[in-house]
């Protein structure tokens, strides 16, 4: 009879305990979905609850990446896949003209909430978007010694704020930039990070057996100084083919009625529109592409701040 009653009592310990951490989990989805709390504030829960003694060593984006995704963030050096040339890439090492100590690169996302397919995340209500995207590409430039800031500001909370519509998400992007701008003056290079919305076969690749997203550089020609931009998209492509052609798309130069034309393109000869994949690419295969963006955006890097040092 004794071995019954604590039999029971055990099972309703266990009851409780599921209740309890059930009435956990409707909080958060109820907080989440009122927008009372956010993926970053879900993110630093999870850290300090599950790795807490790991909060001072590793990023939120370390933490969704190591942890949550599974993906090392390893960025060893990327070699060209044409057998016939076997052409490595130049990539820089941070005691090299590049230094870490201060930002150059500026990422940004105009269409912020863009997500990619979610394999990995649901169950945290994390969603893999442009942002994440944009967070790991700064992981691998830092790793070559490159100085980056990624925007946090959201875009469609200032749109809502402004009472703007969804298409004038381009000017509020450009008032972030000026801002960074006048904040970090040694910015040189802006990167508006998009995801595709085509089918999945157009916007995928496949080398030595890893999946990959492929890269797309949009150029608007409607503003007077697109030749620079143009050219800089230009000179990326030949330098992701040299790793291997299938991964890049294309360039599409946009101008004309019904398109923005400029993309605030017209702010620096070095802003870029690049878009990694599309809706259907899960964040493993961006991650795969943006490492070796990483390094062929670091490449560029280099050889324009050597030849700048030269002129003068």
Do not use: C
């Amino acid at each position: 009879m004794g071995r019954f009653k604590g039999k029971k009592k055990l099972n309703n310990i266990i009851i409780y305990i599921g209740l309890f951490l059930l009435s956990i989990a409707f909080t958060i989805k109820y907080l989440y979905q009122e927008n009372l709390i956010n993926n970053n504030t879900i993110i630093d829960v999870l850290i300090n609850d599950s790795f807490g003694s790991y909060k001072n060593d590793i990023s939120d984006v370390d933490f969704l990446i190591k942890y949550v995704l599974n993906i090392e963030l390893k960025n060893d050096s990327v070699v060209n896949k044409d057998e016939s040339s076997k052409v490595e890439l130049e990539i820089p090492k941070k005691e090299e003209e590049i230094s870490i100590g201060e930002p150059i690169v500026y990422i940004y996302n105009t269409h912020q909430e863009e997500k990619y397919q979610s394999a990995y995340l649901g169950e945290y209500n994390i969603a893999s978007t442009v942002l994440t995207a944009s967070k790991i590409l700064k992981e691998y430039l830092e790793d070559l010694g490159i100085g980056v800031i990624v925007e946090e500001d959201n875009v469609t909370e200032k749109l809502h704020s402004l009472n703007w519509k969804y298409g004038y998400s381009y000017k509020v992007s450009r008032m972030f930039m000026e801002a960074a701008y006048e904040k970090n003056p040694s910015l040189r290079y802006f990167i508006d990070l998009h995801r595709d919305s085509s089918k999945y076969e157009k916007t995928s690749t496949e080398v030595d057996g890893e999946k990959y997203a492929k890269l797309l550089f949009v150029v608007g020609l409607d503003h007077d100084n697109y030749e620079p931009n143009l050219t800089l998209a230009e000179d990326l492509k030949e330098r992701i083919k040299k790793y291997n052609e299938n991964l890049f798309r294309g360039i599409m130069k946009k101008s004309g009625k019904g398109v923005n034309g400029i993309y605030n393109q017209d702010f620096n000869e070095n802003t870029m529109l690049i878009e990694v994949g599309g809706q259907y690419n899960n964040i493993s295969e961006v991650n795969n592409t943006l490492k070796v963006l990483a390094n062929i955006l670091a490449e560029h890097i280099k050889v324009d701040m050597t030849n700048e040092k030269e002129k003068g």
